[in-house]
């Protein structure tokens, strides 16, 4: 079992931005009658989401994430000497999205840049892998720009999925500061897994095609897709979840020497409300320390961790926190985080 930790690097400035279009899940009707509609909307607990328009991608929720965090922080575009980008929605195959977002956001040629294209797990990766950069010294400011736009992956004549997903992006500023204690990550994965979350077409195994492209019905239940519109196995991401969260949670906070109680927030990837109520009790935590923000934007895939700390602790941050974090989704990946904040600074959410 590996684990990585750091000191004296942190997140200081946080900021969001979501698509203007918002979508009432009871009203999500195109496909399904009302009555249809209704149950599975009581039962997922996603009353709205945002919906990108299609000329929008992530980039363009990211950029408009990282303005509103440099104008309100004031900080020297000079001085950012590392951007990553996290998405499974890039603009483009190829180049990488974060190159693009370099030169759009002007940001000098020396900086570093690449993409992160892991799925629900990936801003706690991203976390970990800009702590370490940034710990190696040699990096003034880094930003994390995590962005995805998960309304053009899956079909909305499936209802296993049509009623779940929504769009966003954000940008987290990093630093180095003696304020920051020391912070711990648990990073896993489980490629057996692969299939419980997938896109089965598109890529360069299985190229797209007239026939990928083609609507079918895909079950019993008459939900219809193509083969480049996404899937997931709700069952056997159930099960996987209440086996190895939990686990991996405790052994985090055994390594850390930290007792859950002495935690500020307990922020999970907002992938279903009935999960994160089993994981709570699994876990013995107060949920009074448990924001929730997957009723007002669906599941935002890697999104859902930085915009639920955005949308939910805003005004709440001030001094020193420690906050767990938690995320699991395709791959399957897992990870989990004990992070240090000191004074962290929110911006106002941003529609596009």
Same mark, same amino acid.
């Given at each position: 079992?590996?684990?990585?930790?750091? #000191?004296? &690097?942190?997140?200081?400035?946080?900021?969001?931005?979501?698509?203007?279009?918002?979508? #009432?899940?009871?009203? *999500?009707?195109?496909?399904?009658?009302?009555?249809?509609?209704?149950?599975? &909307?009581?039962?997922?607990? %996603?009353?709205?989401?945002?919906?990108?328009?299609?000329?929008?991608?992530?980039?363009?929720?990211?950029?408009?994430?990282?303005? $509103?965090?440099?104008?309100?922080?004031?900080?020297?575009?000079?001085? =950012?000497?590392?951007?990553?980008?996290?998405?499974?929605?890039?603009?483009?195959?190829?180049?990488?999205?974060?190159?693009?977002?370099?030169?759009?956001?002007?940001?000098?040629?020396?900086?570093?840049?690449?993409?992160?294209?892991?799925?629900?797990?990936?801003?706690?990766?991203?976390? +970990?892998?800009?702590?370490?950069?940034?710990?190696?010294?040699?990096?003034?400011?880094?930003? =994390?720009?995590?962005?995805?736009?998960?309304?053009?992956?899956?079909?909305?004549?499936?209802?296993?999925?049509?009623?779940?997903?929504?769009?966003?992006?954000?940008?987290?500023? &990093?630093?180095?500061?003696?304020?920051?204690?020391?912070?711990?990550?648990?990073?896993?994965?489980?490629?057996?897994?692969?299939?419980?979350?997938?896109?089965?077409?598109?890529? *360069?195994?299985?190229?797209?095609?007239?026939?990928?492209?083609?609507?079918?019905?895909?079950?019993? *239940?008459?939900?219809?897709?193509?083969?480049?519109?996404?899937?997931?196995?709700?069952?056997?991401?159930?099960?996987?979840?209440?086996?190895?969260?939990? $686990?991996?949670?405790?052994?985090?906070?055994?390594?850390?020497?930290?007792?859950?109680?002495?935690?500020?927030?307990? %922020?999970?990837?907002?992938?279903?409300?009935?999960?994160?109520?089993?994981?709570?009790?699994?876990?013995?935590?107060?949920? +009074?320390?448990?924001?929730?923000?997957?009723?007002?934007?669906?599941?935002?895939?890697?999104?859902?961790?930085?915009?639920?700390?955005?949308?939910?602790?805003?005004?709440?941050?001030?001094?020193?926190?420690?906050?767990?974090?938690?995320?699991?989704?395709?791959?399957?990946?897992?990870?989990?985080?004990? &992070?240090?904040?000191?004074?962290?600074?929110?911006?106002?959410?941003?529609?596009?």
């Amino acid at each position: 079992m590996a684990f990585l930790q750091f #000191n004296g &690097v942190g997140v200081t400035a946080l900021a969001a931005a979501v698509p203007r279009h918002v979508i #009432n899940n009871y009203e *999500y009707t195109q496909f399904f009658d009302a009555a249809q509609v209704k149950q599975v &909307v009581d039962k997922v607990g %996603i009353y709205e989401r945002r919906f990108a328009d299609a000329d929008t991608c992530s980039s363009d929720l990211c950029f408009a994430a990282a303005e $509103k965090l440099i104008a309100d922080n004031n900080i020297d575009r000079s001085e =950012i000497d590392l951007l990553v980008f996290i998405s499974q929605t890039p603009d483009y195959r190829m180049p990488a999205t974060s190159v693009l977002l370099q030169e759009r956001l002007g940001l000098p040629k020396s900086t570093i840049a690449f993409d992160i294209t892991l799925g629900c797990s990936a801003f706690i990766y991203g976390l +970990s892998v800009v702590f370490s950069m940034m710990s190696g010294g040699g990096i003034r400011k880094a930003l =994390i720009l995590d962005g995805e736009t998960r309304s053009k992956v899956y079909s909305p004549k499936d209802r296993r999925t049509a009623f779940l997903f929504g769009d966003g992006g954000v940008a987290a500023l &990093v630093e180095k500061s003696d304020a920051f204690g020391d912070s711990f990550f648990s990073l896993n994965s489980d490629g057996s897994r692969g299939d419980l979350i997938k896109i089965d077409a598109g890529g *360069y195994r299985n190229p797209s095609s007239p026939e990928s492209l083609k609507e079918k019905v895909v079950d019993e *239940y008459g939900n219809i897709r193509n083969d480049e519109q996404g899937y997931m196995k709700g069952a056997d991401v159930f099960n996987f979840v209440i086996v190895e969260i939990p $686990k991996d949670i405790k052994r985090l906070l055994a390594h850390a020497g930290v007792e859950a109680a002495d935690l500020d927030f307990y %922020i999970f990837h907002q992938a279903n409300n009935f999960i994160n109520s089993y994981l709570a009790k699994k876990l013995k935590l107060d949920t +009074s320390r448990i924001p929730s923000t997957i009723h007002k934007y669906g599941n935002t895939s890697s999104v859902s961790v930085p915009l639920t700390i955005a949308d939910a602790l805003k005004g709440r941050m001030d001094g020193d926190k420690r906050l767990l974090l938690s995320a699991f989704g395709v791959g399957m990946t897992w990870a989990s985080g004990i &992070v240090p904040f000191h004074n962290l600074k929110i911006s106002d959410i941003v529609e596009v």
